[in-house]
């Protein structure tokens, strides 16, 4: 467990696929993501099962719960190079009436300072569609910098899209939040 | 065969093997590609007997011979996405007393039709080093837009640089090297 303010990221479960597939196949949701064809059980379920085991190599994907332990979202942080300590965060908050409470900034704040004081990160970077504002707003406030527009990078919905893509460096996190956590022997 | 201005873009085969071990294993060339460690004969043979299939899913690998039919690098559009219709370019000019001759540009360009009118593509982008000057220069001129400056994206010779992702689209392609002929 990764313990928050406001949430908790564990290790995902295969119990998870119901509620992976329902978000997935939300169009309200998968609007604000790459998700393009109508996701089977099966699939999520042969998904979840492939990417059991959480790892700097294989990468690292959580289900985001509540403090009182209801599952709303996941968050992910993948692509990871070893020799450019970096990697890819993706965050979804599947459960719609959990938007805009706090919950994913939350999340994204749990899961970087992990990605700097445990994973040893020197960078983290996402990429969001650029009518995503409320994400944007976001991530800013989690400390990322907005690095470029990737122009019609996405298809969707009958157009394209341009793709934001921002990036957060430890020592920019570590003036903003704090990476090193205070211990007993710290104090010593 | 893919002819260019200077250069024509052929399908790669086993007899370019020993060049192909040669400039892999180069850190001069090496030093502005994402390959970092050394590459076993079997493996760069693996690579060309396996990878270098031609098609919109594989995306093409295609080696750059001059008009006089000297090897002297390799191009590439990979992760081809047919839903966004969009490939990622990568080159490399092996033989390092044939750089800046313009070959890479023109390759570039002849990929980039081939990309744009034939594969149907909409989009093409392409991640560079940024002490790679000579590179970013290059595809400035063939038309490429810088979009991106990735900071601290690669770590290499003892410490962290930026990548650059510049882009490409089909309309400025053809504005810019001429769009498909009218039917008659």
């Not at chain 1, 719609?96 to 749990?110: I, P, R």
């Not at chain 1, 409320?134 to 157009?159: H, I, S, T």
């Not at chain 2, 593509?121 to 001129?141: D, G, M, P, T």
């Amino acid at each position: 467990m990764i313990e928050g303010r406001l949430v908790r990221l564990r290790a995902q479960e295969q119990s998870d696929a119901g509620a992976l597939q329902r978000w997935m196949n939300d169009p309200e949701v998968a609007y604000f993501t790459s998700a393009r064809y109508p996701m089977s059980l099966h699939a999520e379920e042969d998904w979840l099962a492939a990417r059991a085991k959480n790892s700097y190599a294989d990468g690292v994907r959580l289900a985001i719960e509540t403090k009182d332990g209801r599952h709303i979202g996941r968050l992910a942080l993948v692509e990871t190079r070893m020799e450019d300590r970096k990697a890819e965060l993706q965050i979804t908050i599947g459960e719609k009436d959990c938007w805009s409470q706090g919950y994913g900034t939350d999340a994204v704040l749990t899961a970087l300072r992990f990605a700097f004081a445990c994973m040893n990160l020197h960078r983290v970077w996402l990429t969001t569609l650029e009518y995503n504002h409320r994400a944007v707003a976001c991530y800013r406030k989690c400390g990322f910098v907005e690095e470029g527009r990737l122009r019609q990078e996405v298809f969707k919905d009958g157009r394209f899209w341009d793709f934001i893509i921002m990036g957060v460096l430890r020592d920019e996190f570590d003036a903003l939040y704090g990476v090193v956590v205070e211990t007993e022997a710290s104090h010593a | 065969m893919l002819e260019g201005k200077l250069v024509r873009l052929r399908p790669l085969e086993m007899t370019d093997l020993d060049r192909e071990y040669r400039w892999i294993n180069d850190r001069e060339v090496t030093r502005y590609l994402s390959a970092r460690y050394p590459i076993s004969r079997g493996e760069e043979a693996a690579w060309l007997r396996e990878g270098t299939k031609n098609s919109f899913s594989e995306g093409p690998v295609l080696a750059i011979e001059t008009k006089d039919g000297e090897h002297i690098g390799n191009v590439t559009l990979h992760n081809p996405d047919p839903d966004n219709r969009k490939a990622v370019l990568g080159i490399a000019i092996g033989e390092k007393q044939h750089w800046s001759g313009g070959y890479g540009t023109d390759a570039i360009i002849t990929l980039l039709r081939f990309g744009f009118h034939q594969m149907a593509l909409n989009r093409v982008s392409l991640h560079v080093f940024e002490f790679n000057e000579r590179a970013i220069a290059c595809y400035s001129k063939c038309g490429f837009v810088e979009e991106a400056r990735l900071r601290d994206h690669y770590y290499g010779e003892g410490r962290y640089w930026d990548v650059l992702v510049m882009g490409i689209l089909r309309h400025e392609f053809d504005r810019l090297y001429g769009g498909p002929a009218a039917a008659s």
